[in-house]
C-alpha cells in the first residue's frame, strides 16, 4: 500500500512538472505516516502518533535512507 502512495505521488508531480518526491506524509487525527524513498528498489514507512516530535522524526527517517543508499 505504501509503494501505491508513493508511485501515486510520483504521478503527481510528474503532471506538474516537479521533481520526484523523496518523502510522503499522509496526517490523520490521531497518526502520521511517513513514506520515504531509498532508491529505486526500497521504502522506508513509519507510523508515527501525533505525541511524537514530527520534524525529528522525519529528520531520522531521512537520515537512514541515506545510510541505507549508501550501503546498498
Excluded: N
Excluded at 3 to 26: K, M, Q, Y
Amino acid at each position: 500500500m505504501c509503494a501505491t502512495i508513493l508511485a501515486s505521488a510520483e504521478a503527481a508531480c510528474g503532471s506538474v512538472d516537479v521533481e520526484r518526491p523523496f518523502l510522503v506524509a499522509v496526517a490523520s487525527a490521531d497518526a502520521t505516516i511517513l513514506i520515504v524513498s531509498v532508491g529505486e528498489a526500497a521504502l522506508i514507512a513509519a507510523v508515527i502518533d501525533k505525541s511524537a516530535d514530527l520534524p525529528t522524526v522525519q529528520r531520522q527517517l531521512l537520515d537512514i535512507a541515506v545510510g541505507i543508499g549508501e550501503v546498498a
